[in-house]
């Protein structure tokens, strides 16, 4: 006879002040992962069900402060899992959250100094994020997008490109664990690197580039931006901002990933030679981090956040 899995269900509420975003769920994941169960956690205000083993689907139940929830138990081990993750929600799951930087102020909102506004000069404006004012020649940053010149026409031995997935994601999280290992290292630099390590190992993620090159012989790049497009759209589609916000670092883990395939992207790291404004649909954690400050005078993005 097959052997009995038991189920366990606790209900709760988040009472996290900025929802389940990367931080804390960052935490419930290496929990959840702890156990062989199948961990879950479902949204009742939207009926999402989350693997509590993979950050981008508990970021992607977009679960808010005040939401009802239910966590969900099964497997062999089932009761130590249960009693572990319900400890962690009753004590220490409220303390993952941290204090976000104020919302900029909407005052002077379009507002221009007397003498830009007599010159007549057209104006397009933005939502700043600092005060200021930056000069420098514009450089731009390409989107995301596979190397010119790769044959996405040709044959795909799916053993093969599957084989390349492993690789990449292997590469990428021993590279990543690398760099966190190195002194002097800022704060949000740990930061940035953990939340890619996160990704880069995301069971969700993977499984699901797998999947891709498997049922619709896609080879290993074009997988990857397929799995992009699909959780940046769960993620755009989340109520918190904080949430919406981690395309970011999902983008940053799949240029990676992609470079690690081919050893390149077309998205070369940004040698800036002179002082610039850096405009870009997006700027990735790492691209940011890589950029000379000293020669960097402002940054124009069109999708981006406060944080």
């Known amino acids: 006879m097959p052997e009995a899995i038991e189920r366990c269900e606790y209900a709760f509420t988040c009472p996290l002040p900025n929802g389940l975003h990367a931080r804390p769920a960052n935490t ?5 992962s702890g156990f062989s169960s199948r961990v879950s956690i479902v949204n009742l205000n939207n009926q999402r069900v989350a693997n509590a083993k993979s ?3 508990l970021v992607g139940a977009d679960i808010k402060s005040g939401d009802s929830c239910v966590l969900k138990v099964g497997g062999k081990d089932c009761d130590e899992a249960y009693r572990a993750i319900v400890h962690f929600l009753e004590t220490e799951f409220v303390s993952c959250d941290e204090a976000l930087p104020a919302p900029p102020s909407a005052s002077r909102k379009n507002w221009l100094p007397p003498v830009l506004r007599n010159a007549g000069v057209a104006v397009l404006f933005g939502l700043p994020v600092v005060s200021g004012f930056g000069r420098g020649k514009i450089v731009f940053v390409q989107a ?6 790769l044959d996405e026409a040709a044959p795909v031995c799916v053993e093969q490109e599957l084989k390349n997935v492993d690789q990449a994601v292997a590469e990428l999280c021993r590279l990543i664990s690398q760099r966190l290992e190195k002194k002097n290292l800022s704060p949000t630099e740990i930061g940035v690197l953990e939340a890619h390590l996160s990704i880069a190992q995301d069971v969700e993620l993977v499984a699901y580039i ?3 090159v498997k049922e619709k012989h896609l080879c290993a790049g074009r997988a990857i931006l397929e799995a992009f497009a699909f ?4 993620l755009k589609a989340a109520r918190s901002e904080l949430i919406r916000e981690r395309i970011a670092d ?7 990933l992609i470079a ?3 050893g390149t992207t077309d998205q070369a790291s940004v040698e800036l030679t ?3 404004i850096v405009v870009a649909e997006d700027l990735t954690p790492s691209q940011f981090l890589n950029l000379d400050k000293q020669k960097l005078s402002g940054l124009v993005l069109r999708c981006a956040g406060a944080t």
């Open 210 to 212: 797998r999947k891709a």
């Open 274 to 276: 002179a002082p610039s």
């Open 28 to 32: 419930l994941e290496r929990l959840a």
């Open 250 to 256: 999902l983008r940053d883990v799949c240029t990676q």
């Open 144 to 149: 995301l997008r596979l190397p010119e010149g």
């Open 231 to 234: 959780f940046s759209s769960l």
């Open 260 to 262: 690690e395939l081919y």
């Open 55 to 57: 950050v981008l689907s």
